[in-house]
Nanobody, 124 residues
Framework: QVQLVESGGGLVQAGGSLRLSCAASGRTFSSYAMGWFRQAPGKEREFVATITKSGTYTYYTDSVMGRFTISRDNAKNTVSLQMNSLKPEDTAVYYC?????????????????WGQGTQVTVSS
């Protein structure tokens, strides 16, 4: 069992930055591929970024490529999402997610554990 707790959301103007953090419980954090997903009002939850168990590889959805950076610290059981050059279309609830079987996590159907979500609002 893994419990995920996100923090760092808030209100920011377009062009600004936010850093989301996700703290995981348990002693097996390094055995999980981690990801960030987001869900805007009236839309389905979508993949944003993922990082492999060791942190060697990262992948992003096209719309955030070059603006967002995912990272993890296995010693501290944390995964982060640095978001720069934010746009109003980035407004959503952002969820941290863990997958204990795959080597990356890009499909919400593969998620084993979800965080409770944190709201990110980008004003124009």
């Amino acid at each position: 069992q893994v419990q995920l707790v996100e923090s760092g959301g808030g209100l920011v103007q377009a062009g600004g930055s936010l850093r989301l953090s996700c703290a995981a419980s348990g002693r097996t954090f390094s055995s999980y591929a981690m990801g960030w997903f987001r869900q805007a009002p009236g839309k389905e939850r979508e993949f944003v970024a993922t990082i492999t168990k060791s942190g060697t590889y990262t992948y992003y959805t096209d719309s955030v490529m070059g603006r967002f950076t995912i990272s993890r610290d296995n010693a501290k059981n944390t995964v982060s999402l640095q978001m720069n050059s934010l746009k109003p279309e980035d407004t959503a609830v952002y969820y941290c997610a863990a997958d204990g079987t795959g080597w990356i996590l890009r499909d919400k159907d593969e998620v084993d554990f979800w965080g409770q979500g944190t709201q990110v609002t980008v004003s124009s």
